[in-house]
């Protein structure tokens, strides 16, 4: 058996090290692209960089800006840029042998970028996603060249393996530029269309405070800010639509078809509106709610200059991405000012809630009202289509249910006074009555913050004097006409939870 040179052996190892870098690079540009597709600013050298931003001592941080100015996350970037693809070259040495041992490498680094993404508080449901897309793609290409590689290792002079190295070598080099290149086009679509949004002058509200007096102690915002509002929707990559592009037809059963740009719909009588949001799919006790002020314009007024027949009883709205809702007419037509909205607490819409235009109807689950990025409204009759959800196993019709929630304490509380305080809610009903219970006993009144309207949730809180042990607190709410919240527990399926929230408290 020949031993293979060392000198033949330290260009195989040179050639080990660019796969490696070579893996890193395209396992990055993939990762890219999937960040420019689900619209997360998460891609793996980002999620390692902030998170390690958020670690770093003071004076760390303090010396990098005097190093290096603004360009300190530039700098930063670079940094870790070069130490991935540092080790990833060592990974590549590794895996001429045991490709594991290379391979456990990437599986390192990856995990350590989705990690870091996962801990990102802005980086949504999605943000780990493209460092395991990074991850998948460098084990791959890694697999490919420990595969040439081994070859070399066993047939140093073999020409064939070395063209393959070279050949691989080649298209891996050329495959990351494209992907590279693709992720630049669609992240470059994104940023134009943020960049229309950053530029957009609206009639805004006159003021963003909250009403005096909706504020309960200790409870959860009553305003909830556009970045902790929950967000729902099928699309797996955001619409991205710019305003100047921005078309809405309403047509159907209607006297006169309408056809609005968005400039049309700002130089309308605008309003500004407090409106409690809620997801049929919120579980008891669950965060999938939240209240902001919409501005926009009412659904009455265009549906009324459209003139809608008679007969016509729904509207079916469209988004950008084929999702549609079913809306029942009257609901648009009455004086619960349903609204077509553009900005969400004074700021334009953001992209995730529906740039630039959607739909808000106070009283209804969005699945069946609260279109984003909304292109299309047909006025037509329940028994002409079937909106996207009601095939899938949910109701035609989503009124909102009548629902409390208590959110603190959660877990613990020290004995003594403690403050227990959550929301009620029943949009475009009104709550009118709040009460909680400790371990089953009887049923005491907690006190409401101020009712904004009926079209938003109410605060609430109550005096526990607390006995260390372990205890059960409920809460129960009555809507506007004295009816209790209903008691069974119901899935969200197919038309919303119903159950009574209850925490377990430790208290201490
Ligand atoms: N285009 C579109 N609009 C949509 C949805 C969707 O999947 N696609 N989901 C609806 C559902 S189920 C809800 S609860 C609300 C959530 O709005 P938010 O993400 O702004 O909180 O949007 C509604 N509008
Ligand atoms: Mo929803």
Redesign the pocket.
């Given at each position: 058996m020949n031993q293979p040179q060392p000198r033949r052996r330290s260009g195989l190892y040179l050639r080990a090290a660019v796969g490696g870098v070579l893996a890193a690079l395209a396992g990055l540009a993939a990762g890219g692209v999937a960040a420019a597709v689900l619209g997360t600013s998460q891609t793996p050298v980002v999620a390692i960089g902030s998170a390690f931003i958020d670690r770093v001592p003071p004076w760390l941080k303090d010396l990098a800006i005097s190093l290096f100015g603004t360009h300190d996350k530039t700098a930063l970037k670079t940094g870790i840029l070069i130490v991935l693809l540092a080790l990833a070259a060592v990974g590549g040495i590794l895996a001429v042998r045991r490709y594991w041992a290379g391979a456990a490498v990437v599986v390192i680094l990856a995990g350590v970028a989705v990690i870091a993404a996962t801990t990102r508080p802005d980086a949504g449901q999605t943000g780990f996603v493209p460092s395991f897309v990074a991850g998948i793609t460098a084990l791959i290409i890694l697999r490919l060249f420990s595969q040439r590689l081994s070859g070399l290792l066993k047939f140093p002079d073999d020409g064939v393996s070395r063209r393959g190295f070279l050949q691989l070598s080649a298209g891996v080099a050329l495959g990351s530029v494209a992907v590279a290149a693709l992720g630049n086009v669609v992240g470059g679509r994104r940023s134009a269309v943020t960049d229309a949004r950053a530029a957009l002058k609206l009639p805004l509200p006159p003021s963003l405070n909250p009403p005096a007096g909706v504020q309960a102690a200790g409870a959860t915002p009553w305003a909830t800010p556009n970045a902790d509002?929950?967000?729902?929707?099928?699309?797996l990559s955001v619409?991205l639509i710019k305003p100047a592009d921005w078309k809405l037809r309403i047509h159907g059963m209607v006297e006169r078809e309408i056809e609005l740009t968005f400039d049309d719909l700002l130089k309308r009588n605008v309003v500004h509106k407090w409106v409690t949001?809620?997801?049929?799919?919120n579980e008891v006790g669950g965060d999938?709610i939240?209240n902001a002020l919409w501005s926009g314009v009412l659904l009455k007024d265009l549906l009324t200059e459209a003139g809608p027949s008679s007969d016509a009883d729904a509207i079916q709205s469209t988004?950008k991405?084929g999702?549609t809702?079913g809306t029942p007419l009257s609901t648009l037509l009455d004086d619960r000012e349903s609204m077509l909205a553009f900005a969400m607490n004074g700021q334009p819409l953001p992209v995730?809630?529906?740039f630039p235009v959607?739909i808000v109807v106070p009283g209804l689950?969005?699945?069946v009202s609260?279109?984003?990025?909304l292109t299309d409204i047909e006025v037509t009759r329940f028994d002409q289509f079937q909106a996207?959800w009601t095939p899938r196993g949910w109701s035609e019709l989503g009124p909102i249910k009548l629902s409390s929630r208590i959110d603190v304490p959660r877990s613990k509380a020290s004995a003594g006074s403690v403050t227990v305080a959550g929301v009620a809610w029943d949009q475009h009903v009104g709550v009118s009555k709040v009460e909680v219970r400790v371990d089953g006993g009887p049923w005491q009144q907690a006190t409401l913050a101020t009712d904004a309207s009926i079209d938003t949730w109410r605060q609430w809180h109550w005096n526990w004097d607390a006995p260390r042990g372990n205890h059960v607190l409920q809460v129960r709410a009555f809507d506007a006409k004295g009816n209790p919240q209903i008691e069974s527990q119901a899935a969200p399926a197919p038309n919303g939870s119903t159950g009574l929230h209850s925490v377990d408290i430790k208290v201490g």
């Open positions: 509002f929950y967000r729902i929707d099928t699309a619409p949001l809620t997801c049929v799919s999938l939240g988004s991405d999702f809702a995730e809630h529906g959607r689950y969005g699945y609260a279109t984003k990025w996207y």
